[in-house]
């Protein structure tokens, strides 16, 4: 028999590799970066959505149940805007959650072009964007959306990643989203390769990592759900050495997890305690955290013409940032174990601070969430990357956040964290972000800000 | 700064060469292999607890709670009987399971003789256990037990893996248990390796790798809890090469969770349709799957001398096993990838069968289970390890299996596997046992059979 021809090598073809000179190559051989930013206001103008806030009342299918105070659409698909009350030892709280069961795809295809690996990417609307159009992954579906549950047209590049064949797929996994928001929502991050001729659609573009990388410079351009598939991308990051090895920093890892005492149930909407429905929003009594709103979405050229659909919107812009110092000469960032209610198993490592600040405007400084204000007086010599970035915008409205990466001392990060905290480096988090339940998907966008280079963290390989 | 000085390699000091010079060793620098099973039986003298069944009144500080009908202890502590109720698109079923939000430690403490490391394993009496006292081991313990809420006496050795060392982990990974029978409950896993003295207690021996390996071959000797361990302990398995590159084997793996769509949630145990309460147990009205039952416990020097708990203990005697065939000159298994009700993430890899043969005895052969009459009717010269162990003995009685891992060919079992099974090698589901949710504890107890060579199966690297 002649099952030898059937081994493949388990480390892939050479994918690091191949990852690492795409990051490389300032430009591609499709549309210049310098072009990206033009072509997206192009596919603005082509496609003239207007999204305006309306009541709740002038939702179309989408009604507050008459028990639960769910907020839901007739079909009983999409999602729905429900309840979570979260206890832990030392605090309590109720609030609405997205209730989403289903696992959507956000997948990239990608090809070689002169021997260096392109990402199809598509110029996409969603209704919670600032500016609506967004660089995203070539296919960004929920089960909803590729079953037809919206009666929609077709989704384009599909049938690559419904059954992908195992030796063309560079990554392939289960992630979480927010989990302040969602209640234990994944999705199916791909990135699968093709060889064979693929027509492109006037959506979209063949860019090269480097291309990328350039552009998560500019505010507002590449959505989050490409970020978190190029942050789930299996990059070669050349350090060996590090500050905790490997199985040590597991071991803190399931240390957290097992420390932390979570419990977290969906309650009806109505049994949220302290948030008040009004006919325009669900907000809470001191305006603090976010709002359910509606919108309605009219003239887009999308999946269905005009639709309306619940959102939430924060109150206000977020901070979202890793520390980040060199140890030996290796990079590391401080990754903080955090508990979110609407994690599927308690605690991911998010970035060294994710808060919207104004929510703790109120607190006197000592009891204000450390390394805040760190990074919101940070001197601009020493930040190696900002950039504002919002959230998914079929789910949230202008979710904006100022993500940055930063350099810090001893004096203000010393190498022996506090607890919760912990110094890793960019390979130990793509490498944790290649499993689900590791990396939550603030780290994800900053995972591919380091992935694509897009920080000019370089150093030698030690 | 001195920063430099605090690097470590990622990959730790040779860990992997290090367990394989542990599990080349058929002897150690303690006690014979030979002897084992007769200090086993000494210590099963000396500590001569009786176990036998009582009716559910005569239950100490145990009883079914007034509205839900859960069986729980009057502390709130230990666990509970309550009910779970899945929903799956094809079926639907109630069931008794124990529920149990706590996080065990299960740690074995490693340390170098002679160069060559041993772990310390410790003689334990479980109430469940046929034979009542098996290599466990070096700690096993709910938090309920170190933190004393049993009243009885300190967990030895538990120091070592309260807080590590970092440096000194080899493994430390929150693995599932038996999701047929469990909510959502996970043990942490760990071994982890000291330097200096470490006083012996009557109750404890150092063994090796390979001693352990020999002595996975005696039927009920290594309890599960020590199995699981062992299962977790990052080998190096040599092969290079796979049927599926490791990236295309998660992919599978995504792709059969995300598929899945389980509903699972805790009902009291009163409303579990199809299950009778009486005098002496809870039982299906067919007395299929298992029986929630009661035990006192007398004369035992544990950690207190005498009490009483309920057991789940299952009708007969099941059957677990590994398809096991070579393509190419590399070994591979054949996983499973199994729905348990239980699980936190719906999926987990289990073997190619586990089933308790007697459940499925009234169907015909068109409706049995897939490879379990291949597996019930394997040719004694294609067994390549067999033996029979038990499930823990502290929630389990007599929860026996015949564990086995047997060569197969493409008659029987192809090397294109019909959906949900996937071979791949020992190296593959030992890279996956290295994080949770992965590999189901069957799985885990076959797992440590290939890690310590005990099946035998030996090859050329590719």
Known sequence: MTAGLLLRSRSGAGTAERLARSAAAAEGAGMATGDVPGWLASRRRACPARVRRIPFAELDGWS?????GDLRHRSGR?????????VRPDAEWRQPIIVQPEIGILGILAKEFDGVLHFLMQAKMEPGNPNLVQLSPTVQATRSNYTKAHGGATVRYLDHFLRPDPDRVLTDVLQSEHGSWFYRKRNRNMIV????????HDDFRWLTLGQLGALLHEDNL???????????????HPERAALSPDAGLLSWFTGERARQDVRARRIPLREVTGWHRDADS???ADQRFFRVVAVA????AREVSSWTQPLFEPVSRGIVGFAYRTFGGVPHVLVHARVEGGFLDTVELGPTVQYVPENYAHLPPAERPLFLDLMLDMPSDRVRYSAVHAEEGGRFRDAESRYLIAETDESTTPAEPPPGYRWITPGQLNWLAGHSHYVNVQARTLLAVLNTHAAGIDHAPV
Chains 1, 2 share one sequence.
């Open 297 to 300: 979405v009219e003239g887009s």
């Open 222 to 236: 590449v959505n989050m759900d490409a970020r978190t598939v190029l942050g789930s991308a299996p990059m070669a």
């Open 193 to 200: 390769e093709v060889d064979g001729d693929v027509p492109v």
């Open 78 to 86: 999409f999602f729905s805007v429900e309840g979570l009350h979260v």
């Open 282 to 284: 669900v907000h809470r």
């Open 64 to 68: 507050f149940a008459a028990g639960t």
